[in-house]
């Protein structure tokens, strides 16, 4: 893309010398020979396919055709078409240069075509185009049968650090150990995984800082593995680090209500994303008074909003918000959506009067304890005062009945 806004202004460059320095470009455009003999325009020389070991960031070197090697007064450019196995469709650039430099899944053959553009003063400005030819670059498979790692994908969770894990292949030859290898523009030579992560089956991840990647460009990672029956198959990925970003939860939710409206409230989630890079889901469940459940979901993309309102329905009973986040189109191609906030609910309507009778039956079961204590305590002072009448009485017999009765009887008395 850069190499291209290069070309493009080289030629914007150089067609504006034309318009301003006309006689000069004219008798350097005159040299074409008759166009009988004009030449055959041949496709580049020496093409070559070079991987200086970037896991997919390959050069492609040529040379001027021999048949153009003495050519003056043309302008020659090559065409080059390769083939993104990313993408899967052909790619087109123009270049006056002699190499080119784009990212290429090694796990692939890698298919080039080759043509050369002619601009001459004798063809009136109008381009010559020669024969494409294609070149096909087929590294050798090496690596155990089915030892390629499965399910490889990364994830930059609040752009504070990057996980990417994978499972193994199908075929796991006995001690088996996984690599993982990184590379980005800004490092002379690729590095190994700085930190792995280990289940008990052995490494199944990498944990990336964030000062160990590098966004808007090219990220590429390799999974090989070595065992005692031989190397594992190498899986190669490149990804953009910005289009892996997870948010973290939206925290700190606050539901409101004011005027027949629910409003809304969060704070961004915490973490490096910018507020700006953020948009978000609502998830509103409402409860109505027959019962019935509603459930509705809005995406806010209002920049740095983080407030969304609602008309009460009439027939609603409760209302619940669950909010969850992404890296908006306005920071990154694609991202993925942060883990549902806890939900936050509305005040059911119907729980206030709920609430009220409850208070009401708590103070009346209070005072009717309260009052039976007291017909308790009444009843039992009563009970003692008779027993103390009753025992002053018996006493008073008994000292009666004693001084006349015989002494046989007493045991009755006792
Ligand atoms: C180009 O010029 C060189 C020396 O001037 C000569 O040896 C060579 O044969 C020429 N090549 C062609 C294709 O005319
Ligand atoms: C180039 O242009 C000239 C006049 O401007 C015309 O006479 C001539 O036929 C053209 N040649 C070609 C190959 O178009
Ligand atoms: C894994 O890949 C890295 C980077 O290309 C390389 O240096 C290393 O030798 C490879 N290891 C195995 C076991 O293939």
């Known amino acids: 893309m850069l190499l291209l806004n290069k070309?493009?202004?080289?030629?914007?460059?150089?067609?504006?010398?034309?318009?301003?320095?006309?006689?000069?470009?004219?008798?350097?455009?005159?040299?074409?020979?008759?166009?009988?003999?004009?030449?055959?325009?041949?496709?580049?020389?020496?093409?070559?396919?070079?991987?200086?070991?970037?896991?997919?960031?390959?050069?492609?070197?040529?040379?001027?055709?021999?048949?153009?090697?003495?050519?003056?007064?043309?302008?020659?450019?090559?065409?080059?078409?390769?083939?993104?196995?990313?993408?899967?469709?052909?790619?087109?650039?123009?270049?006056?240069?002699?190499?080119?430099?784009?990212?290429?899944?090694?796990?692939?053959?890698?298919?080039v075509r080759m043509l050369?553009?002619?601009?001459?003063?004798?063809?009136?400005?109008?381009?010559?185009?020669?024969?494409?030819?294609?070149?096909?670059?087929?590294?050798?498979?090496?690596?155990?049968?089915?030892?390629?790692?499965?399910?490889?994908?990364?994830?930059?969770?609040?752009?504070?650090?990057?996980?990417?894990?994978?499972?193994?292949?199908?075929?796991?030859?006995?001690?088996?150990?996984?690599?993982?290898?990184?590379?980005?523009?800004?490092?002379?030579?690729?590095?190994?995984?700085?930190?792995?992560?280990?289940?008990?089956?052995?490494?199944?991840?990498?944990?990336?800082?964030?000062k160990s990647l590098l966004e808007f460009s090219k990220f590429n990672l390799c999974v090989n593995g070595s065992s005692p029956a031989g190397n594992l198959k190498t899986a190669y990925f490149s990804i953009e680090v910005q289009n892996h970003v997870k948010p973290e939860v939206v925290s700190s939710v606050h539901v409101s209500e004011i005027d027949g409206e629910l409003k809304l409230d969060w704070s961004p989630p915490s973490g490096q994303v910018p507020e700006h890079c953020l948009e978000y889901e609502v998830e509103s469940s409402t409860t109505m008074k027959n019962g019935k459940e509603k459930k509705e979901n809005t995406v806010i993309q209002n920049l740095e909003d983080t407030s969304y309102g609602v008309p009460k329905e009439t027939e609603s009973q409760k209302t619940c918000f669950r909010i969850r986040s992404k890296v908006n189109m306005y920071c990154a191609d694609e991202g993925f959506w942060s883990d549902w906030s806890q939900a936050e609910c509305t005040a059911e309507d119907n729980e206030k009067t709920q609430y009220l009778s409850l208070v009401g039956l708590v103070v009346i079961g209070i005072a009717g304890v309260i009052l039976l204590c007291l017909l308790i305590w009444i009843l039992k002072q009563t009970c003692i005062k008779k027993m103390n009448k009753k025992d002053a009485l018996y006493t008073l017999y008994k000292e009666k009945v004693n001084e006349t009765m015989p002494n046989i009887l007493s045991p009755i008395f006792k």
Not at 20 to 30: I, K, M, N, R
Not at 157 to 185: A, F
């Open 116 to 210: 050369t553009v002619l601009k001459c003063a004798c063809t009136n400005g109008t381009e010559v185009q020669g024969e494409e030819t294609e070149w096909v670059y087929a590294p050798e498979p090496t690596g155990v049968a089915g030892s390629r790692i499965r399910d490889f994908h990364c994830v930059y969770y609040g752009k504070e650090y990057m996980e990417c894990t994978w499972d193994s292949g199908p075929v796991i030859p006995p001690n088996s150990q996984h690599y993982l290898y990184y590379w980005h523009r800004e490092m002379d030579e690729t590095k190994e995984c700085p930190e792995y992560i280990i289940l008990s089956e052995g490494r199944r991840g990498c944990r990336f800082p964030q």
């Open 7 to 111: 070309v493009h202004a080289c030629l914007s460059a150089f067609a504006l010398l034309l318009l301003t320095q006309e006689p000069v470009s004219t008798s350097e455009f005159t040299d074409c020979g008759d166009t009988d003999n004009f030449p055959t325009v041949d496709p580049p020389a020496n093409i070559e396919i070079t991987d200086p070991g970037f896991l997919g960031y390959i050069s492609i070197h040529w040379t001027r055709p021999a048949s153009l090697q003495n050519l003056t007064g043309c302008s020659v450019r090559y065409q080059l078409r390769y083939y993104d196995t990313y993408e899967e469709r052909w790619r087109s650039v123009r270049t006056a240069k002699l190499t080119y430099t784009a990212q290429f899944d090694l796990e692939k053959p890698i298919k």
